[in-house]
């Protein structure tokens, strides 16, 4: 099922290639998937579920104490590896925000009904929101210098987020009852379908195997924790105590899922190593690509998902 994902990535890499369009389109095509594709997916998935009540929140509480808990345990091994902060503050970034709602969605599209899609759908949102606030919590901590710490700027951060907007508003409408307009309800359909083929088309245009000179440690430290030693232990941890089905494969998503693209954003107004958190997000982009694909083979195999 994640066969069709490496298609639509190799063709944005292969038209950038052949310049079929320009860094600046994918820049602002990028921004428009982000900001309005992809909520629209996410409100319509939503807003077409049943059985909104099946969500657990003892799992998303779970998920969100398990974020916590990895970003406490790798602050403190990258410290005691002697990672300069500026370095440590990507690196604890980049593991804790992955991106789940683009791959989330393609993939569950691919793989489950609408019923199970509508509740991915509505974890995906809360978790989301829940990690593009904690982003901006560890860069402040971090490196709010002479700023202090600002937590305005962090709620403001949570509440502009156009995807924790979408998935509130795909609550409240679905517990509501309120019928959309059937012109809206079509065009939102037809716009959400946009989402998954554009994203991927951007990602793979954005990928760049130039040189690797500078902070190499950083970078391979980095996907290795993310590729590799996080799915593992997290995927084993929510197997033991029973996680299955749906459930199983958000915790594989947040957990799995490359480096979220807009952290490079992020990476420019807080530090000067952007192009570090740049080359994670390609390296993990592909890496643990393969570490969904991987997931998915065993999980299925074993009858979890």
Not at 44 to 57: D, K
Not at 116 to 131: C, E, H, K, Q
Not at 146 to 171: H, M, P, Q, T
Not at 251 to 275: D, L, N, Q
Request: charged fraction near 10%.
């Amino acid at each position: 099922m994640i066969l069709p994902v490496f298609i639509i990535m190799g063709i944005g890499f292969l038209g950038k290639k052949a310049r079929l369009f320009s860094e600046s389109f994918l820049m602002s095509a990028s921004r428009l998937v982000f900001n309005v594709f992809l909520p629209i997916n996410l409100f319509m998935n939503i807003y077409n579920a049943e059985g909104i009540e099946q969500v657990e929140l003892p799992l998303v509480l779970y998920c969100i104490s398990a974020l916590i808990g990895i970003v406490i345990v790798f602050y403190l091994i990258y410290r005691k590896m002697g990672f300069p902060l500026e370095e440590r503050a990507i690196m604890i970034q980049a593991l804790s925000r992955s991106n789940i709602v683009l791959f989330g969605l393609s993939l569950a599209g691919n793989y489950f009904n609408a019923e199970a899609l509508a509740l991915i759908s509505i974890y995906i949102g809360i978790i989301s929101a829940f990690s593009n606030g904690f982003s901006v919590l560890i860069y402040e901590v971090l490196l709010g210098g002479e700023r202090g710490f600002d937590i305005f700027r962090i709620v403001k951060a949570v509440l502009k987020n156009a995807v924790f907007i979408a998935a509130l508003a795909g609550i409240f409408v679905n517990i509501s009852g309120a019928d959309l307009y059937k012109p809206l309800w079509t065009a939102g359909n037809d716009l959400a379908g946009i989402a998954s083929p554009l994203g991927l088309i951007c990602i793979g245009g954005t990928l760049n195997f130039d040189s690797q000179e500078g902070e190499r440690r950083a970078l391979w430290t980095t996907v290795v924790s993310k590729a590799v030693i996080i799915p593992v232990v997290m995927l084993s941890l929510f197997v033991s105590i029973g996680v299955r089905g749906p459930e199983l494969f958000v915790m594989m998503i947040i957990f799995a899922a490359p480096v979220a693209v807009t952290t490079h954003a992020m990476s420019v107004i807080y530090t000067s190593k952007c192009e570090l958190c740049g080359k994670i997000i390609v390296y993990t982009t592909l890496l643990n690509s393969l570490t969904i694909f991987l997931s998915m083979y065993l999980l299925t195999t074993m009858g979890l998902l």
